[in-house]
């Protein structure tokens, strides 16, 4: 059974950058099926996409966010990881990583999730 | 930039239908995939490709997509499928989540 697992720091302070890593587990990131991405919820709002990539490398990102975010893919540790620079209050969510197919496609839904995890920017 | 929009809640008589609607321009011609999220929880995907069910959930849940609105359908709801119920799909590579419906079982 695929599971995902999110670990990060829970507090970052405004203007830094917040680092949060998703391992996979039971099964191989360098799949050629299947897409990898983050998400967020911030707390009273609605999910919100980041980005994802795929085991080449190849990433592509919300517009609205693209300015301040790198997703980077280590295979060796079967992992990916979100960057997200200068954050501010604003940032405060639950993060989450998931798999999906390719984009558009049928199998384009995140059919596997993390169980998330909050992370507060605060001073 | 594409935008989905969902009812903020829907409110279903226990046994009865709950529908849930996705609007979008010519949602129709995309795949719409649909999450239900409890409190504390992770999404979970309930519907693929507008009508297709992953192994496990049950067949209560359907969907249906044709011109500018997609529709989730919870049939002979229990108090168990209360949730934020999320529609989904891409548009030119980037993921678009609709706002989110909240769905009461009274």
């Known amino acids: 059974q695929l599971q995902l697992q999110e670990s990060g720091p829970g507090l970052v302070k405004p203007s830094e950058t917040l680092s949060l890593s998703c391992t996979v587990s039971?099964?191989?990131?360098?799949?050629?099926?299947?897409?990898w991405g983050w998400i967020r919820r911030p707390p009273g709002k609605g999910l919100e996409w980041i980005g994802s990539m795929y085991y080449s490398g190849f990433t592509y990102f919300n517009t609205s966010l693209k300015s301040r975010v790198t997703i980077s893919v280590d295979t060796s540790k079967n992992q990916f990881s979100l960057r997200l620079s200068s954050v501010t209050a604003a940032d405060t969510a639950v993060y989450y990583c998931a798999r999906h197919g390719p984009p558009e496609y049928t199998s384009g839904g995140f059919d596997y999730w993390g169980q998330g995890t909050l992370i507060t920017v605060s001073s | 930039s594409y935008e989905l929009t969902q009812p903020l809640s829907v409110s279903v008589a226990l046994g009865q239908t709950a529908r849930i609607s996705c609007g979008g321009n010519h949602i129709g011609s995309k795949n719409v995939h649909w999450y239900q999220q409890k409190p504390g929880q992770a999404p979970v995907l309930v519907i693929y490709?507008?009508?297709n069910r992953p192994s496990g959930i049950p067949e209560r849940f359907s969907g249906s997509n044709s011109g500018n609105t997609a529709t989730l359908t919870i049939s002979r709801a229990q108090v168990g499928d209360e949730a934020d119920y999320y529609c989904?799909?891409?548009?030119?590579?980037?993921?678009?989540f609709g706002g989110g419906t909240k769905l009461t079982v009274l």
């Open positions: 490709s507008d009508t």
């Open positions: 039971g099964g191989s990131i360098s799949s050629r099926t299947y897409y």
């Open positions: 989904h799909l891409w548009d030119t590579s980037t993921a678009v």
